[in-house]
């Protein structure tokens, strides 16, 4: 049976129905066309498909559609205000931490939780908030880099 | 991954989930931070009829002390339990665990009751739970009963939980006097990681902090479910805890695993790093019960 819900994603609220098993990633990507959570391994390892539910950073395979009911999530394309970039996509790009892109929305919205936590993080702190998100093309330390940058 | 078909509910109270879970008995399975049975369903090990989803019940995601008494409501995600200086204060071994746990992408969803129901051997929060003694609150439409956690696990994802019952709360009777606990965890990995061997000690000091009045030794991932090493154990009490005996009670602690090999490691190595693993939580525990009174 399919569930009436009512979720506001990236500030816009939207009504939907879903079938119990609908992941959140699935629902955002193929219900409401937002592609900017990537589907790595859909089984909670890689973190291509973090989102910000209610502020926390989440593998939205790992979350059902109808858990969301009533929440907030924020994606990756919620990010640019009328102002441009956020700081963190903007020194993703300047430092060169984005290459092949599959991982980035995922890491920079790990970094954001942590930023908003911890506004100065050191770089302990900083690679235990992205460990949950894996980078293929291995440009840890550029990523790294631009979330230091974002920081100051 | 295609998740199975199920019919989800999501009560507003415990006692709701209880009536859900007696009503549909065996064809129901209750969803907490759904890290480990949704993963398990998306690779059809499991298919049930029904989630009881227990992520909208206010009661069980309580963390407060009263009376000497931690409770830790089941709901309570692992990163709210590695954030709380409650659980750094009262029971750091705890919060070592919490923060030892996946990633904090799956902290933000798991519970300390997940952690537990899903009963694997190598969970980073039962050998803490162990060595602390902690008290499980299980609750069905029958009633509720309380039950030490060490007796809860009975094999891999075996528990002795009852058809229909839920784990409500974790009770662990905040340490006094000269006590302390350490946990530490042995991994491929430092994050994303099935441990190799995890341990967890308790130690607490007679009036003087020079005896061994109590201890409790738990370890992970070397045996079907998290366990007690008795032996370390009674080399342990009634002495005086020095670096000789902690290599003792280590030596004892091996004795009491029995380790599989895989990918992983060997058994041998587990066996060893179970000796490791024992002799510094030892260390971390007369540490903090030192520096207590």
């Known amino acids: ?152 | 991954m295609i998740l199975p078909k199920f019919e989800f509910h999501e009560p507003a109270t415990i006692g709701e989930a209880c009536e859900l879970m007696a009503h549909y008995r065996g064809k129901a399975r209750p969803l907490a931070g759904g890290t480990d049975l949704l993963v398990n369903m998306k690779k059809k090990i499991l298919s049930p009829e029904r989630l009881v989803s227990l992520g909208r019940i206010p009661e069980l995601s309580r963390l407060e002390r009263s009376n000497g008494t931690l409770w830790i409501g089941a709901g309570v995600t692992v990163s709210a339990i590695a954030a709380s200086e409650t659980v750094d204060r009262d029971v750091p071994a705890l919060g070592q665990g919490a923060r030892a746990l996946g990633t904090p992408l799956i902290r933000n969803l798991a519970t300390i009751g997940g952690n537990i129901g899903s009963a694997r051997p190598a969970a980073d929060l039962p050998p803490a739970l162990i060595a602390y003694d902690a008290v499980l609150v299980l609750q069905s439409a029958a009633g509720e009963r309380r039950l030490p956690i060490a007796d809860f696990f009975k094999g891999p994802g075996q528990t002795a939980a009852r058809e229909a019952e839920l784990i409500a709360a974790v009770a662990i009777r905040v340490p006094v006097g000269h006590a302390g606990a350490g946990y530490l965890n042995l991994g491929v990995r430092k994050a994303q990681d099935c441990n190799i061997v995890n341990a967890a000690s308790f130690l607490e000091l007679d009036e003087r902090a020079e005896i061994i009045r109590a201890v409790r030794v738990a370890l992970g991932s070397v045996g079907p479910t998290p366990l007690r090493s008795p032996s370390a154990e009674a080399v342990l009490i009634g002495q005086k805890p020095t670096e000789a005996l902690f290599d003792l009670a280590a030596d004892a602690a091996r004795r009491d695993c029995s380790p599989i090999l895989d990918f992983r490691g060997s058994a041998e190595y587990r066996r060893d790093m179970v000796g490791v693993l024992t002799r510094r939580t030892l260390s971390m525990a007369l540490a903090e019960a030192r520096s207590r009174n």
């Open chain 1, 1 to 152: 049976m399919k569930h009436l819900i009512r979720l506001t994603v990236n500030d816009r609220d939207y009504e939907v129905a879903v079938e119990p098993n609908t992941s959140l990633v699935d629902l955002l990507r193929t219900q409401l066309g937002l592609t900017g959570a990537k589907k790595g391994c859909d089984l909670g390892d890689c973190g291509a498909c973090t989102v910000l539910l209610d502020g926390r950073a989440v593998n939205s395979c790992l979350v059902l559609a109808v858990q969301a009911a009533g929440r907030t999530v924020q994606t990756i394309e919620g990010l640019e205000t009328a102002h441009g970039l956020h700081p963190l996509q903007q020194a993703f790009i300047e430092k060169g931490a984005i290459q092949c892109g599959f991982c980035s929305s995922g890491m920079i919205l790990s970094a954001k939780e942590l930023l908003e936590k911890t506004p100065h993080p050191g770089e302990p702190e900083i690679r235990r908030a992205i460990s949950g998100n894996l980078c293929r093309c291995t440009g840890y330390q550029k990523i790294i880099e631009a979330i230091k940058d974002a920081a100051r």
